[in-house]
């Protein structure tokens, strides 16, 4: 048995800050999760708004979830792999979303994918529209959230030790082998954590949809995404808000938590 030694005087300060800081971030939680009672729950999941929006909301964020492993894996691996001019100012720029106002986002990207605009003709002759549709819901939770994704399977790619790709190179692997065999899958862990923090961001994204998808129409409905229909439920006051906001908050935590424990499943504490 361990002998139990006294905490010294920093440890218990750093304990005191750190309870503290936990409490700013479960006591909010914790108390609009129980501002309704179970039944009440139930009854608004049940409302056809709401639970459309539920659907919306999820399956655009993992749409755009998808996009982004398509076209930011590729890009995570080139930054982790090779060195070129420019490349920390690159790096930089794929950040910028996180950083930016979200509402400018949107209006930055009625700029690019808007009907009067190149892009945005280029998809409509081939019947893709941005403007409150799904699309634009996508490219939005997607432009605001890659950035987790392409740091994390970026730092995944480097830990990756190169000398098995280049053992595997003198074997004779063409690099498409190498890579799928070998530097995926040893970065996987990586690239699912990003994934998962790029889904959930996804979920919580109000001001770029607010913009370019305020609403929009999916699966015969015309719907809102969570955020947005908790922001439309307060105008009619707190009593009204809670059992939604409570909802949105029940199905991230979930969610998060379960695609989480997958992600470090077998890690040591």
């Not at 894996?73 to 106002?101: N, S």
């Not at 994390?152 to 065999?181: C, M, N």
């Not at 305020?214 to 969570?226: H, I």
Request: proline fraction near 4%; glycine fraction near 8%.
């Amino acid at each position: 048995m361990g002998i139990w030694r006294k905490p010294d005087s920093m440890s218990v300060v750093f304990i005191v800050l750190g309870t503290l800081m936990l409490l700013f971030i479960f006591a909010p939680l914790i108390k609009t999760i129980f501002s309704s009672s179970p039944g009440t729950l139930w009854n608004t999941l049940l409302e056809e708004d709401v639970y459309s929006s539920i659907l919306l909301t999820i399956s655009a964020a993992l749409m755009a979830t998808l996009m982004g492993l398509l076209f930011g894996v590729p890009l995570a691996y080139l930054l982790a792999r090779r060195q070129f001019r420019g490349k920390r100012f690159l790096e930089a720029i794929i950040d910028v979303p996180i950083v930016i106002p979200h509402t400018a986002a949107g209006v930055a990207l009625l700029f690019v994918f808007g009907s009067n605009f190149l892009c945005g003709k280029v998809f409509d002759g081939i019947g893709i529209d941005f403007f409150r549709t799904f699309a634009g819901i996508v490219i939005a939770m997607m432009f605001v959230s890659v950035p987790f994704l392409i740091d994390s399977a970026k730092e995944g790619f480097k830990a990756v030790d190169v000398r098995l790709e280049k053992v595997a190179r003198t074997l004779g692997a063409s690099p498409w082998r190498v890579f799928l065999r070998i530097s995926l899958p040893l970065a996987w862990r990586s690239i699912f954590s990003g994934s998962v923090l790029m889904w959930a961001r996804g979920l919580s994204e109000f001001g770029a949809i607010v913009i370019i998808a305020y609403s929009a129409s999916f699966l015969g409905w015309n719907t809102k995404v969570l955020p947005i229909l908790v922001a439309d439920r307060f105008d009619f006051g707190l009593d009204y808000t809670l059992p939604v906001a409570a909802l949105a908050i029940l199905i991230s935590l979930i969610a998060f938590i379960a695609l989480r424990s997958i992600a470090y499943r077998g890690e040591k504490p």
